[in-house]
């Protein structure tokens, strides 16, 4: 039995765009844990890890406190309290050990269709409404814009209709809210994508190679996540040209085939999309019992 305070603490999302996918993550490292309906811990069966499910805006401060080691955020929720923390004097709260390439989102304005205002040459004077008041404030003081920033908590798509702001600065995933709602998306001031947060504290020893394992278990599962693996026969004098058109690959391991001397088995690992197209050109320059089979998982 692993003594709980040798146990690692990573914090996710409660409920949201992050939980479902940071949930698969940890499964799809070999996590297997136990956690009733309501609760909202998860406790590690097979690795010394628990997940704590907590609203997402308290995640970099509970890995700041060393209450969690790792936590799973947006980046436009770890850059407003980033500013937050650094305004009370705390310089490294958090270190990003990791971006994950899910969630993604972009933070920007959006103007009315029928209003006055339609570029950052038009701000000043003028009231943006945002639930990022600190980035917001952050992107008009670099580009030294006098503008005032009204803090709206949710739906701040309707702050214009309502007379509270003249433009708002929101996340942007599909676009369509903004449309509903007749706004026109405008300059984006922020990228933002799931990112894993360590604790700036001296993990303790016990736990350190446990999180270096999750990490790398994490960057396996990250590398397989479009990867393929594609085997084919083909003629020793195609090999050349196989390899060029092969997307994404490594030097393919080439095995002689029994009895064909002309001929080689070629098996790959494809860290791209293997679309139709690839298959159709790899056959007109000579590959046979071509076969593409999925990656569940892979260790740099």
């Not at 509970?62 to 929720?77: E, F, S």
């Not at 702001?165 to 942007?172: N, P």
């Not at 933002?192 to 700036?200: E, G, H």
Request: hydrophobic residues 45%; charged residues 25%.
């Amino acid at each position: 039995m692993i003594e709980q305070a040798a146990r690692i603490k990573v914090a996710i999302q409660k409920s949201g765009r992050l939980t479902d996918r940071s949930l698969e993550l940890l499964e799809r490292c070999g996590l297997k844990y136990t956690r009733g309906r309501d609760q909202l811990i998860g406790y590690g069966e097979n690795m010394p890890v628990d997940v704590l499910l907590v609203r997402d805006d308290d995640i970099p401060g509970l890995v700041r406190d060393d209450v969690c080691d790792l936590g799973v955020v947006g980046m436009n929720v770890l850059e407003e309290r980033r500013l937050q923390f650094q305004a009370e004097g705390v310089s490294e709260p958090f270190r990003v050990v990791r971006p994950l390439d899910y969630g993604r989102c972009h933070l920007a304005f959006g103007y009315p269709e029928d209003g006055p205002v339609r570029s950052l040459a038009e701000l000043p004077g003028r009231r943006i409404a945002t639930s990022y008041p600190r980035i917001v404030q952050d992107f008009l003081r670099r580009n030294a814009i006098a503008a005032q920033v009204v803090e709206f908590s949710g739906a701040v798509e309707i702050a214009p209709s309502l007379g509270r702001a003249d433009v708002i600065c929101d996340l942007v995933s599909t676009g369509a809210t903004l449309a509903a709602n007749r706004l026109r998306e405008g300059e984006t001031i922020l990228d933002s994508q799931a990112v894993l947060i360590q604790t700036p504290r001296e993990v303790a020893p016990a736990k350190t190679e446990w999180i270096a394992r999750l990490l790398q278990r994490i960057d396996g599962v990250m590398q397989v996540r479009e990867s393929k693996y594609v085997m084919m026969n083909a003629p020793v004098s195609a090999l050349a040209e196989i390899a060029r058109l092969l997307p994404g690959a490594d030097a393919p391991t080439v095995i002689p085939l029994e009895g064909r001397g002309d001929k080689v088995a070629v098996h790959v690992v494809c860290r791209e999309n293997v679309f139709w197209e690839t298959l159709e050109n790899l056959k007109k320059a000579g590959a046979s019992s071509l076969l593409v089979l999925p990656v569940e998982k892979m260790l740099p």
